[in-house]
């Protein structure tokens, strides 16, 4: 089956822009969740996604928001881009229980100059 | 906050020999732990996971061990083999599994 399905896989963008990830999760996984990964902290949870409402949200300022459609692809956004939001972005999809882990895509590659 | 923490950002074991790799949290309502394998340029893929309720899960080459009174865990692999060179992240969440959180990782290299 199809895995985890993220684009694009990198992007340059300035400062003060806006981008727009994308991922498609595995079939019938109704659960998605994004991560930011930098080399300093690790992976940390920036929010999930279950049939189209946010169940989670972690840490991270208003700027990064998100969406999920009828059909569990989800959208990333991030507005008024800063040189710190450098950093992979990792979307995992799962069944709803989250038993056995999540699936997670390749990843999208944000650079912000 | 690092309420998981991987102290170790990188390991180095010999071929054949055993891989033991160390994760500490500090959230007591944590109650799944999982291990992620990391190879570079691609996402995490999950590895093993043990439930608060057992101190060992077992699965081929990898075993993980929790320590719930030390909220401590590890993975140990054994035999250690070069394509097990990667990056480790150590991941915990609560009773909802949906807020996970993810350690920094341990870079582990296995020579020949």
């Known amino acids: 089956k199809a895995g985890v399905t993220q684009t694009p896989r990198y992007l340059i963008k300035t400062r003060g822009q806006q981008v727009t990830l994308s991922c498609s999760p595995i079939?019938?996984?109704?659960?998605v969740s994004w991560y930011q990964q930098t080399p300093g902290q690790g992976l940390q949870f920036l929010f999930e996604?279950?049939?189209?409402?946010?169940?989670n949200k972690g840490n991270f300022p208003g700027r990064f928001s998100g969406r999920q459609f009828s059909n569990s692809r989800s959208e990333m956004n991030v507005s008024t881009l800063e040189l710190g939001d450098s950093a992979l972005y990792l979307c995992?999809?799962?069944?709803?229980?989250?038993?056995?882990?999540?699936?997670f895509g390749s990843g999208t590659r944000l650079t912000v100059v | 906050d690092q309420q998981v923490k991987q102290n170790s950002p990188s390991l180095s074991v010999q071929e054949g020999r055993i891989s033991i790799l160390n994760c500490d949290y500090t959230?007591?309502?944590?109650?799944?732990f999982l291990w992620y394998k990391k190879y570079p340029a691609e996402g995490p893929t999950f590895l093993i996971s043990?439930?608060?309720?057992?101190d060992k899960n077992e699965d081929g080459r990898f075993t993980v061990f929790l320590n719930k009174s030390a909220k401590h865990l590890s993975l140990h692999i054994v035999p250690s083999q070069p394509g097990d060179s990667a990056v480790y992240f150590c991941?915990?969440?609560?009773?909802?599994?949906?807020?996970?959180?993810f350690g920094a990782g341990t870079r582990l290299t296995v020579k020949p």
């Open positions: 959230n007591s309502m944590f109650d799944y």
């Open positions: 991941a915990a969440s609560g009773d909802n599994n949906n807020d996970m959180r």
């Open positions: 996604y279950f049939s189209e409402t946010q169940r």
């Open positions: 043990i439930s608060s309720i057992k």
């Open positions: 995992a999809s799962s069944l709803d229980s989250g038993e056995g882990g999540y699936t």
């Open positions: 079939s019938g996984h109704r659960s």
